[in-house]
């Protein structure tokens, strides 16, 4: 059975980086766009980045372009997301996720495969 696990999230004061880790498992996802979503509390689950299969194209939302990086390891199964001059309203649960639809996907039904999320706070 496939499992995504992201990891790295923690508090941060504003201005700060981070940087996510989310680990596949129990199956390959290198034919897989892989993307990151948040979610603030009490509201809906937005899309950040994603990445193509072979990591040739990315794609950012807008709020977080210019600050934020996503790359991957093939050979390990691994995505990431740098996160640089972090603002508060970046604090969100952080998802990795899995899609056959290419990285400027962004609708979240359109990713098969998720993570259970990773906290991050950023202090102000």
């Known amino acids: 059975q496939a499992h995504m696990v992201e990891s790295g999230g923690g508090l941060v004061q504003a201005g700060g980086s981070l940087r996510l880790s989310c680990a596949a498992s129990?199956?390959?996802?290198?034919?897989?766009?892989m993307g990151w979503f948040r979610q603030a509390a009490g509201k809906e689950r937005e899309y950040v980045a994603a990445?193509?299969?072979?990591?040739?194209?990315?794609n950012y939302a807008g709020s977080v372009k210019g600050r934020f990086t996503i790359s991957r390891d093939n050979a390990k199964d691994t995505v990431f997301l740098q996160m640089d001059s972090l603002k508060p309203e970046d604090t969100a649960v952080y998802y990795c996720?899995?899609?056959?639809?290419?990285?400027?996907?962004?609708?979240?039904?359109?990713?098969?495969?998720w993570g259970q999320g990773t906290q991050v706070t950023v202090s102000s």
């Open positions: 996720a899995a899609t056959l639809w290419g990285p400027a996907t962004m609708t979240p039904s359109r990713y098969n495969y």
């Open positions: 990445i193509s299969w072979n990591g040739d194209s990315t």
């Open positions: 129990g199956r390959t996802f290198r034919d897989y766009a």
